[in-house]
């Protein structure tokens, strides 16, 4: 897509310039074209030119600021509209897309169609030229599509590329120059020549790429999302709108990815429906679940709990074109063999309670408490995910002898800074918490909790804790922090209340 | 010397809520999480059934998080427990009752900062009544606004009378009752070994609507 820039430009300003167009980047301390739109290019600039060398050339150019992050925004958009057509799509940076379409062209009869189909998506989309390859490796596709007379150009064999200007191996600028010198135009002539003769005088990655280029050699593309394992899509005749219809496809795909679970004796934890919707949007709806799971029912039932939950509905408009379920992560299913035991029933049922909570209101809300070893107050716990497995743990400690150092069930996560006047021993004898003066009754301590020097400080320094209780009865857990630093003014802190 | 439960005596009694005295949230919030505690501990002796904490997030900027060796020391196992913040009221309302349809729960804690109005307890009531699960309402303030609780106390702390501070005592009013002893006032004390409230002065239990009748 060479006019990437400039399509997405047009796009969102919903305008047609008459002027040519070039986006302009500041590198090494120049103001550059990084990119140019299809006028420009025909008028002779090209990116990497210097911006006053192209006003000199063509007083009338608009110089647009390049805007690198909408511009993989867009191109990121584009890749999931090519998930209709292969599952493994990549990015081929800089304008470029990389599609793996082993195995997929026969869905579409045939790879011409497929291109043909491609094409249209694309500038349906608002890409003004698409130029495709259809090649055997995605380095040869590349050449092609970028150098290549031909659009789209289907390449079985080398015989296409070799005939592709040395530009097309994509060296350094002055590697380009000292094959030029040599007279090697074509890849032809670098390729004719043994390769030990370039790796001398280039590197090694050279003639890796040519072996690329050619052919010779394969790299697979990393794709933007890995393919599940486990889906199943329903592509649509017609775009379907209706919710019922799409109820349905949705148990149907659902039905049969377990089925696909059950095969391989797996359950999924997390399960995604993509929805490609006719004018080119992209939904993806997750769900997780807290143990493996392959009964559809209960993944439809998380997924409707999400859509409700959602603050936009999944809105189809003019239908959707492509519905596809998958399992994105997979665990080895144990078969238990069902226990008459009530115990096993409710477990089960709580763990499902929490997946529905974590659905509707986000896996951060639905928390579990794990203890931690540290004996700063802060520190001796973790707020975990409900949905994430439990680690054995072990709280007794707690519950046994707690009376020497007793915690209150709630704490403030940041200590509120108090007011407190203290005697002598510096006990503590009245508090003042929330504008509110409270006279101690009663206080017990101090507990000493010294910093852990092994971790970053907490801030506080050494604390003495009370247990103070109020005349009226009220109780709170307040520390005094630096309490080894002494000097006049001590610093109190409230950190928790106990009922 | 130990109260018998609710459920053991009256099991209809299945919604109830507890209204904190102005500034004493965290003592309700203990309130309702002992009387939660003492539910499910009369319910299942055998076993640790699982409670639900559902907590509005203007709640928690008031009485703190959760915090698992001060819940353990209170006499609820934090691995038995599982806390949700809602981030409104409606929210909150939703997960309480989600989780009141669970029959597998043992209870259900709803702490609140907003009222909850006649026809959101009804339905938590309803469905509480379909599995059985009980639930507290814990309101952090207001002055109990009519809903379908069946019980109802404003609660604040009492003075301890000695342990150590280890023993949480608490005065309750009754605000509504079926029984009709509104307005009494009692102070009980939270027995987190027994998990079970025992009297903390010389009132006759009886009189103390809602925690039990006096049990050997």
Same mark, same amino acid.
């Given at each position: 897509?060479?006019?990437?820039?400039?399509?997405?430009?047009?796009?969102?300003?919903?305008?047609?310039?008459?002027?040519?167009?070039?986006?302009?980047?500041?590198?090494?301390?120049?103001?550059?074209?990084?990119?140019?739109?299809?006028?420009?290019?025909?008028?002779?600039?090209?990116?990497?030119?210097?911006?006053?060398?192209?006003?000199?050339?063509?007083?009338?150019?608009?110089?647009?600021?390049?805007?690198?992050?909408?511009?993989?925004?867009?191109?990121?958009?584009?890749?999931?509209?090519?998930?209709?057509?292969?599952?493994?799509?990549?990015?081929?940076?800089?304008?470029?897309?990389?599609?793996?379409?082993?195995?997929?062209?026969?869905?579409?009869?045939?790879?011409?169609?497929?291109?043909?189909?491609?094409?249209?998506?694309?500038?349906?989309?608002?890409?003004?030229?698409?130029?495709?390859?259809?090649?055997?490796?995605?380095?040869?596709?590349?050449?092609?599509?970028?150098?290549?007379?031909?659009?789209?150009?289907?390449?079985?064999?080398?015989?296409?590329?070799?005939?592709?200007?040395?530009?097309?191996?994509?060296?350094?600028?002055?590697?380009?120059?000292?094959?030029?010198?040599?007279?090697?135009?074509?890849?032809?002539?670098?390729?004719?020549?043994?390769?030990?003769?370039?790796?001398?005088?280039?590197?090694?990655?050279?003639?890796?790429?040519?072996?690329?280029?050619?052919?010779?050699?394969?790299?697979?593309?990393?794709?933007?999302?890995?393919?599940?394992?486990?889906?199943?899509?329903?592509?649509?005749?017609?775009?379907?709108?209706?919710?019922?219809?799409?109820?349905?496809?949705?148990?149907?795909?659902?039905?049969?990815?377990?089925?696909?679970?059950?095969?391989?004796?797996?359950?999924?934890?997390?399960?995604?429906?993509?929805?490609?919707?006719?004018?080119?949007?992209?939904?993806?709806?997750?769900?997780?679940?807290?143990?493996?799971?392959?009964?559809?029912?209960?993944?439809?039932?998380?997924?409707?709990?999400?859509?409700?939950?959602?603050?936009?509905?999944?809105?189809?408009?003019?239908?959707?074109?492509?519905?596809?379920?998958?399992?994105?992560?997979?665990?080895?299913?144990?078969?238990?063999?069902?226990?008459?035991?009530?115990?096993?029933?409710?477990?089960?049922?709580?763990?499902?309670?929490?997946?529905?909570?974590?659905?509707?209101?986000?896996?951060?809300?639905?928390?579990?408490?794990?203890?931690?070893?540290?004996?700063?107050?802060?520190?001796?716990?973790?707020?975990?995910?409900?949905?994430?497995?439990?680690?054995?743990?072990?709280?007794?400690?707690?519950?046994?002898?707690?009376?020497?150092?007793?915690?209150?069930?709630?704490?403030?996560?940041?200590?509120?800074?108090?007011?407190?006047?203290?005697?002598?021993?510096?006990?503590?004898?009245?508090?003042?918490?929330?504008?509110?003066?409270?006279?101690?009754?009663?206080?017990?301590?101090?507990?000493?909790?010294?910093?852990?020097?092994?971790?970053?400080?907490?801030?506080?320094?050494?604390?003495?804790?009370?247990?103070?209780?109020?005349?009226?009865?009220?109780?709170?857990?307040?520390?005094?922090?630096?309490?080894?630093?002494?000097?006049?003014?001590?610093?109190?802190?409230?950190?928790?209340?106990?009922? | 010397?130990?109260?018998?439960?609710?459920?053991?005596?009256? %099991?209809?009694? +299945?919604?109830?809520?507890?209204? *904190? =005295?102005?500034?004493?949230?965290?003592? /309700?919030? $203990?309130? @309702? #999480? !002992?009387?939660?505690?003492?539910?499910?501990?009369?319910?299942?002796?055998?076993?640790? %059934?699982?409670? +639900?904490?559902?907590?509005?997030? *203007? =709640?928690?900027?008031?009485?703190?998080? /959760?915090? $698992?060796? @001060? #819940? !353990?020391?209170?006499?609820?196992?934090?691995?038995?427990?599982?806390?949700?913040?809602?981030?409104?009221?409606?929210?909150?309302?939703?997960? *309480?009752?989600?989780?009141?349809?669970?029959? /597998?729960? $043992?209870?259900?804690?709803?702490?609140?900062?907003?009222?909850?109005?006649?026809?959101?307890?009804?339905?938590?009531?309803?469905?509480?009544?379909?599995?059985?699960? *009980?639930?507290?309402?814990?309101?952090?303030?207001?002055? $109990?606004?009519?809903?379908?609780?069946?019980?109802?106390?404003?609660?604040?702390?009492?003075?301890?009378?000695?342990?150590?501070?280890?023993?949480?005592?608490?005065?309750?009013?009754?605000?509504?009752?079926?029984?009709?002893?509104?307005?009494?006032?009692?102070?009980?004390?939270?027995?987190?070994?027994?998990?079970?409230?025992?009297?903390?002065?010389?009132?006759?239990?009886?009189?103390?609507?809602?925690?039990?009748?006096?049990?050997?």
């Amino acid at each position: 897509m060479p006019f990437l820039a400039s399509d997405r430009w047009q796009r969102e300003n919903r305008r047609d310039e008459d002027r040519p167009l070039v986006f302009v980047a500041k590198a090494k301390g120049v103001s550059q074209l990084a990119a140019v739109d299809a006028r420009a290019r025909s008028l002779g600039l090209q990116s990497g030119m210097a911006l006053a060398d192209a006003r000199a050339r063509l007083p009338s150019v608009r110089a647009i600021a390049a805007d690198p992050s909408a511009d993989a925004a867009f191109i990121e958009r584009l890749a999931d509209l090519a998930v209709a057509f292969t599952p493994s799509v990549a990015l081929d940076p800089p304008d470029g897309l990389a599609l793996d379409i082993t195995g997929c062209s026969h869905l579409f009869a045939g790879e011409a169609t497929l291109a043909a189909h491609l094409q249209k998506v694309l500038s349906t989309a608002g890409v003004s030229v698409v130029k495709l390859a259809v090649a055997p490796t995605p380095d040869m596709a590349r050449a092609l599509a970028r150098f290549s007379r031909t659009n789209p150009c289907f390449a079985d064999d080398d015989e296409r590329v070799r005939a592709l200007p040395v530009a097309a191996l994509e060296c350094a600028p002055e590697d380009a120059t000292a094959l030029k010198r040599a007279g090697l135009k074509t890849v032809a002539d670098v390729a004719d020549r043994p390769s030990l003769l370039f790796a001398a005088r280039f590197t090694s990655a050279f003639t890796a790429k040519l072996g690329r280029v050619l052919g010779e050699e394969d790299r697979r593309i990393s794709p933007l999302r890995e393919p599940a394992a486990y889906r199943a899509e329903q592509r649509c005749a017609e775009p379907v709108a209706s919710h019922d219809v799409i109820a349905g496809m949705l148990a149907e795909l659902a039905t049969s990815v377990c089925d696909q679970l059950v095969a391989r004796s797996v359950g999924g934890r997390i399960f995604e429906g993509t929805f490609l919707r006719a004018d080119g949007a992209v939904r993806r709806i997750r769900v997780e679940t807290s143990s493996p799971t392959r009964h559809p029912d209960v993944i439809l039932r998380l997924h409707r709990d999400r859509l409700d939950a959602l603050a936009d509905p999944l809105d189809p408009g003019f239908g959707f074109d492509l519905i596809c379920f998958e399992a994105m992560r997979v665990e080895p299913w144990i078969e238990s063999q069902g226990t008459f035991s009530a115990q096993d029933d409710q477990k089960d049922e709580i763990a499902q309670l929490v997946d529905r909570l974590s659905t509707m209101f986000g896996r951060e809300r639905v928390m579990r408490l794990q203890p931690i070893d540290s004996h700063i107050p802060e520190r001796a716990q973790a707020v975990i995910p409900a949905v994430l497995p439990a680690p054995p743990h072990e709280w007794a400690r707690h519950m046994v002898d707690s009376t020497a150092s007793l915690r209150p069930p709630l704490i403030y996560p940041r200590p509120h800074p108090i007011d407190v006047e203290a005697d002598d021993n510096a006990r503590p004898k009245s508090v003042r918490w929330r504008r509110v003066m409270h006279r101690i009754a009663n206080a017990i301590g101090p507990e000493r909790i010294a910093e852990e020097w092994w971790r970053s400080p907490s801030g506080y320094g050494t604390r003495d804790y009370y247990r103070v209780e109020s005349s009226e009865g009220r109780r709170f857990w307040i520390f005094r922090a630096a309490a080894t630093a002494g000097g006049e003014r001590q610093k109190w802190f409230l950190h928790g209340v106990f009922p | 010397m130990p109260l018998s439960s609710i459920s053991a005596g009256k %099991a209809s009694v +299945l919604l109830r809520e507890v209204v *904190a =005295a102005p500034g004493h949230a965290s003592v /309700a919030v $203990g309130f @309702g #999480l !002992a009387l939660a505690v003492q539910t499910i501990s009369a319910a299942s002796a055998s076993r640790a %059934a699982t409670l +639900l904490w559902v907590r509005e997030a *203007a =709640a928690v900027v008031e009485t703190g998080d /959760a915090y $698992g060796p @001060g #819940l !353990a020391a209170f006499g609820l196992s934090p691995s038995g427990c599982i806390i949700i913040e809602a981030r409104t009221s409606v929210d909150a309302l939703r997960a *309480a009752l989600e989780g009141a349809r669970c029959a /597998a729960l $043992g209870a259900v804690v709803l702490e609140m900062r907003a009222p909850i109005d006649l026809t959101a307890s009804r339905r938590l009531k309803l469905a509480a009544e379909k599995s059985g699960v *009980a639930i507290v309402l814990v309101r952090l303030g207001g002055h $109990g606004e009519p809903n379908a609780a069946q019980l109802r106390w404003r609660v604040q702390a009492a003075p301890q009378a000695s342990d150590r501070m280890r023993r949480t005592a608490f005065e309750m009013i009754v605000l509504k009752s079926p029984s009709g002893l509104d307005g009494r006032r009692s102070i009980v004390e939270w027995d987190h070994d027994r998990k079970c409230f025992t009297q903390a002065l010389s009132v006759p239990m009886d009189a103390v609507p809602g925690i039990g009748s006096l049990a050997a």
